[in-house]
């Protein structure tokens, strides 16, 4: 059996906030990608590994949060987490 890295996934459309969170994550160990849109998100191919999504809340075009409720999202689902602005992480 492989041993498969989990990842967190990013989607901010603020390009600092996405450098400093993917390099915090790459910091504690962690393998992040990092998306500019939720748009962007969606037509990755998602590896099949566990994984996290932070997702600002306040993109335009689609929000973190309709994201997150969007049915049929792609498969493997990650584990739901959402960031505001101020980018507190919600379970």
Avoid at 14 to 35: E, M, P
Avoid at 38 to 43: G, S
Avoid at 46 to 55: D, F
Wanted: contains cysteine.
């Amino acid at each position: 059996m492989t041993d498969v890295s989990p990842i967190v996934f990013v989607v901010d459309d603020d390009l600092s906030v996405r450098k400093a969170l993917g390099r915090l994550l790459k910091s504690a160990g962690l393998h992040a990608k990092v998306f500019a849109s939720a748009q962007e998100f969606l037509t990755q191919n998602l590896a099949e590994a566990p994984s996290c999504l932070v997702l600002d809340v306040s993109m335009p075009e689609m929000t973190g949060l309709e994201l997150q409720r969007r049915p049929g999202r792609q498969k493997p689902r990650p584990a739901p987490s959402c960031s505001s602005p101020a980018t507190a992480i919600f379970p």
